[in-house]
């Protein structure tokens, strides 16, 4: 008799297409697809987007604590020419950084952001968004999953569940906080999608604790790892309906192939002095907004799908109520990162399937704040970004009045922001759903619409 076990056709083709996959992780969807498909494969396999996308992968930055459009990227001479002048029952403060016009496309840039103006052809800038509340932690919730109340998925996790994942080895969404921002995880939390949705937060400067693996025998770490796989999958058998096991499951196999991939993800060991330079880092660091920049770039180029960038955390933030002074120390931690970002993807062929969304929670007031050197919170108008992924490059859509106060021309609500994004990736926001407590539930809850004029 022949020890050698029978494999049916069914699993022949589900090894193949397994084998083939991680063999190439980045370039087999349908391998990876058919993997999914055969057996309930793996909850992260690639799925097919609604319609043909522009983008793969989506970086997003987050300047904490509302930082201020109108000393930045939406340019308003019309506050220094009535600076100190009584607005109602405020006094309009003029801004101390200089604007000028870069590029062939002539925008607007304070001198805030000097390497970010080098690249300003690439940018496509929101001058009329508003959110439905000018609080912190509801304004940043809504920015991340929609709701300024009750907390929903993030747009990570929902990118996640729409498309999977090009690489398993990897988590689908990473997020970089060295500090906690407002409402913390919330930002990148799963709630009632499934757990494995969930964003894997990155604190520089040990990366991921635990990642070294005590056992040294390879194969007696590869059988333990069979065994606990087995134990688990009879367990689930007998809970066909639990997702939160599922989800379990599927974080043990992620975490298995972080013990892989995550070190050379988070190491400068292969890059060039030049790179590093790109980002205003040094060999060795692992502390820095531009190491966090350079390792996103790496994710995405191993095949994560969403990676998230908090730049500062709930305190010292953009929050300036009394001195605007405070926002070239923020912005000199981000410009250099930032444009680096953008000239490193385009030198490696990534710029075109990667969008980029730069975004805060709120801008600041025209008026003073608690000081006449400070600004408050603003939520009616306020200007974000987009670059790559299909994004209309050197472009600026919306227009906010002359003092920078309210939307003048196209609002853009934060529903339709996450609306544009989901497009850019192959989504459509009315689409993209999940049944819970007896209805579907979905980013842009029950409104939005894409802009498509900043679309290429």
């Known amino acids: 008799m022949s020890n050698t076990p029978h494999i049916s056709r069914r699993r022949f083709l589900q090894y193949s297409a397994l084998s083939a996959a991680a063999a190439s992780p980045l370039a087999l969807h349908n391998q990876l697809s058919l993997a999914a498909d055969l057996n309930n494969g793996h909850p992260l396999a690639p799925k097919p987007s609604h319609f043909p996308a522009k983008a793969k992968h989506l970086i997003i930055f ?14 308003k001479p019309r506050l220094n020419k009535d600076h100190d002048k009584k607005h109602h029952s405020k006094k309009i403060k003029g801004t101390q950084y200089k604007f000028k016009q870069y ?45 300024i109340s009750v907390p929903m998925p993030s747009i990570g996790a929902w990118v996640g569940y729409g498309l999977g994942t090009l690489n398993q080895n990897l988590p689908p969404f990473v997020v970089f906080a060295k500090l906690e921002p407002y409402t913390a995880h919330q930002t990148w939390a799963a ?30 770490r590869e059988l333990e790892r069979i065994m606990l796989r087995d134990i688990n999958n009879q367990h689930l058998k007998l809970r066909p309906g639990d997702l939160n096991l599922k989800s379990r499951i599927a974080n043990f196999d992620t975490a298995y192939g972080l013990m892989k991939q995550a070190p050379e ?16 880092t040094k060999r060795g660091d692992r502390k820095s907004f531009g190491y966090q920049c350079l390792a996103a770039r790496k994710l995405v180029e191993r095949g994560v799908r969403v990676v998230q960038l908090f730049d ?39 710029f075109d399937e990667t969008l980029i969304v730069g975004c ?13 050197k400070g600004r408050g919170h603003h939520a009616r108008a306020f200007t974000c970004f987009l670059a790559g992924g299909g994004v209309k490059a050197g472009t600026s859509y919306g227009q906010s009045d002359e003092l920078g106060n309210s939307i003048q021309k196209d609002p853009v609500h934060i529903h339709d922001f996450h609306a544009t994004i989901l497009h850019l990736l192959g989504l459509n926001h009315e689409k993209l759903t999940y049944h819970y407590g007896g209805r579907n539930f979905r980013l842009t809850d029950v409104s939005g619409k894409v802009i498509h004029p900043i679309i290429a």
């Open 103 to 147: 590029g062939k496309s002539g925008q607007f840039v304070s001198d805030l952001f000097p390497n970010v103006a080098q690249t300003i052809d690439d940018f496509c800038f929101i001058h009329s968004l508003h959110n439905d509340s000018a609080g912190h932690s509801k304004a940043t919730l809504a920015m991340h999953t929609g709701s």
């Open 360 to 372: 805060t929670e709120f801008g600041r007031t025209p008026w003073q704040d608690l000081t006449p």
């Open 265 to 280: 993800a988070f190491t400068d060991a292969n890059e060039s002095d030049e790179t590093l330079a790109l980002y205003g």
């Open 312 to 350: 500062v955390g709930s305190n010292n933030n953009w929050d300036n109520h009394t001195d605007m002074n405070q926002h070239r120390r923020l912005a000199a931690n981000v410009d250099k990162p930032l444009a680096g970002l953008i000239t490193d993807l385009k030198q490696r062929g990534l």
């Open 191 to 220: 709630d009632f999608l499934p757990a494995y949705y969930r964003g894997l937060r990155i604190t520089p400067p040990n990366p991921i604790p635990y990642l070294k693996n005590p056992v040294t025998s390879i194969s007696r």
């Open 62 to 75: 987050f300047m904490t604590g509302g930082m201020s459009h109108v000393d930045t990227f939406d340019h």
